[in-house]
């Protein structure tokens, strides 16, 4: 069955550290994988986008990495700044155009 | 150039009745997608549709629940006598060919509340 699996489901950190978010992916066969952002109330804005031929991808403060022999991606930011507090989403596409979606990392930057 | 652009972007219904949210893609775009999001977890996909054409509606509840896309004018979710577990939000999305699936680009998404 494709799924995509995220870890932590929600993280709290003090504005301007660095973290992590994970993905976990047993889409097959794959085509990308993407980030999005998902502001409270607002749709889905991609961040990156990733074949399988890439392992990393970097948009400003937003690194992601994909392993594609253990299906693994991971979202670094760094330097988190207030406005990055939202739920960060992980979604797989494979051989057709049903995109699978993670449920999402809630991420929360406090002062 | 706007982007996709849904409304209303808040909808309450009373269980029974009908619900029609509707979404105007990106100029230029002319494949759209309809999703759904339930608190707390991730969009599934419901429709995907073209021009005049439904190509892949196995997202979508076989009662209640129908879409359509016309010629002109926006595409149309339309959920007949709601009930409690419709309450969501939906979100649409479009791209500019089927060839260029992934990359979506989504509305701000309609609430609905069942009453």
């Known amino acids: 069955k494709n799924q995509v699996e995220q870890s932590p489901q929600s993280l709290i950190i003090l504005e301007g550290k660095n973290c992590t978010l994970q993905c976990n992916y047993t889409v097959s066969p794959f085509s990308n994988l993407r980030w999005y952002k998902q502001d409270t109330g607002r749709g889905p804005v991609s961040l990156t986008i990733m074949t399988f031929s890439e392992n990393t991808k970097s948009n400003g403060r937003y690194t992601a990495t994909l392993d594609a022999d253990t299906k693994q991606s991971s979202l670094h930011i760094t330097a988190s700044q207030l406005s990055d507090s939202a739920s960060y989403i992980c979604?797989?596409?494979?051989?057709?155009?049903?995109?699978?979606w993670g449920a999402g990392t809630k991420l929360i930057i406090k002062p | 150039n706007a982007g996709v652009m849904q409304n209303p972007r808040h909808l309450v219904r009373r269980r029974g009745q009908e619900a029609r949210l509707r979404c105007s893609p990106m100029?230029?775009?002319?494949?759209v997608y309809w999703y759904r999001q339930l608190p707390e977890e991730g969009l599934k996909f419901m429709v995907y549709l073209q021009k005049e054409n439904i190509i892949d509606e196995s997202g979508m509840p076989k009662e209640r629940f129908s879409a359509e896309f016309p010629k002109e004018g926006p595409s149309i979710l339309r959920i007949q006598q709601v009930v409690r577990g419709d309450s969501a939000a939906y979100f649409c999305?479009?791209?500019?060919?089927?060839?260029?699936?992934?990359?979506?680009?989504f509305g701000p998404g309609t609430r609905l509340t069942v009453l």
């Open positions: 979604v797989v596409s494979g051989s057709n155009y049903q995109l699978i």
């Open positions: 999305a479009s791209s500019p060919s089927a060839a260029s699936y992934n990359e979506q680009f």
């Open positions: 100029k230029g775009h002319s494949h």
